[in-house]
């Protein structure tokens, strides 16, 4: 078992972060922002499109854009201007947003990443029966019940899960998705009326430590508005790490709103 220190934690992070990026860890770390062409990377997260159109990927140093040539240079003036924190809000990503549509492309995904923070991960405490699960146990939960702690489309990706029971009914499922070389992403699901009772917490938080057990970093995100998300994250002991913020086709953007339905 690995010896856990929150750099090591970090540092992970952001080695897996470079990959996805085609950058340098170290450019995290750095005061000026860095952009780098992307390209495609044989161990990127698995969910990952590449190459980027635009991704920009701040961990509260800088700005670091992985990127089209094309658009290099309003990219740069764009993030010379907004900078690290300014960069990822609304007016200012309309600026991105109108100058990609000649290209065919939108502002789509904008996300909080968090990292488990050692001092405030301990296994919490519920009122129900809590069970390790493998991926031999996953087959029957494939169902929009269970659409976020697993993954119909990459089923071969979900690892390891800890479920709640009640009575021997499945009431909560926390799993991970072997996503990142070395990283594992968190997804949980409560049924509604097992809600405001702690369990996500204590599904999260013993799953994260089942993880960090079997030599990975386990990581969560959450979108900015996804108040009970984020709550989860913090109560269970993650700490926000990085934001991200990505250019899609407009095609896949308007698939996604249902335009043209």
Not at 33 to 47: D, G, H, P, Q
Not at 209 to 230: Q, T
Request: charged share 25%.
């Amino acid at each position: 078992m690995a010896e856990w220190t929150q750099q090591k934690i970090l540092s992970m992070a952001m080695e897996q972060s470079a990959i996805d990026l085609c950058c340098q860890p170290e450019d995290f770390l750095k005061n000026e922002n860095v952009i780098v062409t992307s390209a495609v990377s044989e161990n990127c997260r698995k969910y990952l499109k590449l190459p980027f159109f635009c991704n920009l990927v701040s961990y509260g140093n800088n700005l670091v854009a992985s990127l089209d040539p094309k658009v290099q240079k309003v990219v740069c003036d764009y993030m010379e201007r907004y900078g690290k924190v300014h960069a990822f809000e609304t007016p200012n990503m309309h600026v991105l947003d109108d100058a990609f549509r000649q290209y065919g492309y939108r502002i789509c995904f904008m996300a909080e990443y968090f990292l488990p923070e050692l001092s405030a991960l301990k296994p919490s405490t519920c009122d129900y029966e809590l069970r390790i699960l493998n991926p031999e146990d996953f087959e029957e939960l494939y169902v929009e019940q269970w659409s976020n702690a697993l993954c119909k489309d990459r089923k071969q990706l979900d690892v390891l899960g800890v479920g709640a029971y009640d009575d021997g009914k499945l009431i909560g499922l926390a799993g991970c998705s072997a996503d990142g070389r070395e990283m594992w992403q968190i997804g949980i699901d409560v049924r509604k009326e097992y809600r405001r009772q702690g369990l996500a917490v204590s599904l999260t938080s013993h799953l994260a430590l089942e993880i960090l057990k079997r030599d990975k970093v386990p990581f969560y995100c959450a979108a900015w508005s996804n108040i009970p998300s984020v709550r989860n994250a913090i109560k269970s002991g993650f700490r926000p790490a990085w934001v991200e913020m990505t250019a899609k086709e407009e095609t896949y953007v308007n698939e996604m709103n249902g335009v043209g339905r």
